[in-house]
């Protein structure tokens, strides 16, 4: 599976910004799909997961009720949207894919348990 994350970017406080993560396999069955972010000098972070097909998601208690995974099946895609954004939210956001797993399982993986990340990209949120 390879993965490629677009839209980080600049956004004010309180502003909302979309990410999206286009996935390229021959089938995301059975595949969880996930967002992490990574502040400097901090670890990183899960954000929220989605298992493909599956209808069900999670999501980490610092972002729950602000940030919404979801997907676009046809395109293969997986969004984060994120609304309330705050300067504590700057980081560089990553894709990750995880096959067989549970969402709830994705978020206490550390980042060598996971198989595959897109390159991140950079959110900055000014105040």
């Known amino acids: 599976v390879q993965l490629q994350a677009f839209g980080g970017g600049l956004a004010q406080a309180g502003g909302s910004l979309r990410l999206s993560c286009a996935a390229s396999a021959g089938s995301l069955g059975g595949y969880t799909l996930g967002w992490f972010r990574q502040a400097p000098g901090k670890e990183r972070e899960f954000l929220a997961a989605l298992r493909w097909g599956k209808g069900t998601s999670y999501y980490a208690d610092s972002v729950k009720g602000r940030f919404k995974i979801f997907i676009d099946n046809p395109e293969n895609t997986v969004y984060l949207q994120m609304n309330s954004l705050n300067a504590e939210d700057t980081a560089v956001y990553y894709c990750?894919?995880?096959?067989?797993?549970?969402?709830?399982?994705?978020?206490?993986?550390?980042?060598?348990?996971?198989?595959?990340w897109g390159e991140g990209t950079l959110v900055t949120v000014s105040s």
């Open positions: 990750a894919a995880q096959r067989w797993i549970t969402e709830q399982h994705m978020s206490g993986l550390t980042q060598g348990a996971i198989d595959y």
